[in-house]
């Protein structure tokens, strides 16, 4: 049987040099593709001449190839999710628009993909053609951070170059700058163990200029805390708002009964002592936080009775045989 069929998605802003090698790039990886393939340019609302270009060689390449052209720039994430919510194959691709990522690499990450029976294999950059200070030491602080904080083990969530099982992606929505965090939002609907990781080439950009910078450090330390938070309490958020006002609650028990010791045993006069202040807003936050465990719970219920999404997904085979040993000897 061919090969299942196969969505390349490339989000792109400004990259009006990049537009023909890029098609001709594509081109020549997936001209041997056994299945149905496609692409989708998303143009991100780029100032200079993308869409022109973009229109210029689709008309040139062909029914394959499809350009979708944002109203503004709205973000890579939300350009990414418009390149998949247009796909309808059974894998979705992506990578970047700046030629950085090796689109000869799509054909044996979808080969890989299928064999170890994953639901997303992530590119790995392991000899990365970036500057040191400003991508590569970021990188990698973020990594080591993301691997902690979400308990999914890989090397470097970055690498735009991916290849999923589209009904396994289409299950999660992208939001802000969340493109960086997908293989953690990837964990939510499937298991750690179907993520896996394979070292891609990586270039140097040619033409235009980096999109990224040094700064995006601390907005990865921002989004982590959503990503924390539904990857571990989507579903039962009064946890983790209940387990922070126990702590608080407690904290300030402790104080207040060390005070009334104090007070009572010692004799001492605890009007005046700010720690009574400080036992006292700990209480009340303890309050704050439980009762707002308690809406959110409602929510979420109200959430997942009101609508379609369900609490389990039932996982359907690929149309695809995998060869036998005898095939392969053959």
């Known amino acids: 049987m061919p090969l299942p069929s196969l969505t390349v998605v490339v989000p792109m802003y400004n990259e009006q040099d990049n537009v023909l090698p890029l098609f001709e790039a594509l081109e020549s990886a997936l001209q041997n593709y056994s299945g149905p393939w496609k692409a989708i340019l998303v143009n991100d609302g780029s100032s200079d001449g993308t869409s022109k270009r973009l229109n210029e060689a689709v008309a040139q390449f062909g029914e394959r190839y499809r350009h979708i052209e944002l109203q503004r720039n709205f973000g890579q994430t939300a350009a990414m999710q ?82 999923y099982r589209a009904d396994a992606l289409k299950q999660i929505r ?55 938070f539904f990857l571990k309490f989507r579903a039962r958020p009064g946890h983790f708002f209940g387990s922070i006002g126990l702590w608080v609650g407690m904290i300030g028990s402790l104080l207040l009964a060390y005070l009334a010791g104090v007070k009572y045993i010692a004799g001492e006069n605890i009007g005046d002592r700010p ?44 149309s695809y045989e995998r060869p036998s040993a005898t095939d392969s000897n053959d």
């Not at 170890?116 to 990188?139: A, F, I, N, T, Y």
């Not at 969340?178 to 891609?200: K, L, N, Y």
């Open 275 to 318: 720690l009574l202040l400080v036992a006292s807003l700990l209480i009340i936050a303890s309050l704050q936080f439980l009762t707002t465990g308690v809406l959110s719970e409602i929510l979420s219920r109200i959430f997942f009775q009101t609508t379609n999404v369900k609490s389990y997904k039932v996982r359907e085979p690929l």
């Open 174 to 228: 992208l939001y802000g700058e969340m493109h960086r965090f997908i293989p953690v939002w990837m964990a939510t609907v499937c298991p750690p163990s179907r993520i896996g990781e394979t070292v891609v080439n990586h270039r140097e950009r040619l033409t235009g200029e980096s999109k990224y910078g040094i700064s995006r450090t601390f907005r990865v330390l921002i989004d982590l805390l959503s990503v924390f």
């Open 82 to 163: 418009a390149g998949i919510d247009a796909a309808d194959t059974d894998l979705i691709a992506t990578m970047d628009g700046d030629l950085q990522n090796d689109p000869a690499d799509i054909p044996r990450l979808v080969e890989e993909l299928l064999e170890r029976d994953l639901d997303l294999l992530q590119g790995w950059r392991k000899d990365r053609k970036d500057h040191l200070v400003s991508r590569k030491v970021p990188s990698r602080f973020a990594n080591r951070l993301i691997q902690r904080v979400s308990g999914v083990k890989l090397n470097d969530y970055g690498c735009s170059l991916k290849v």
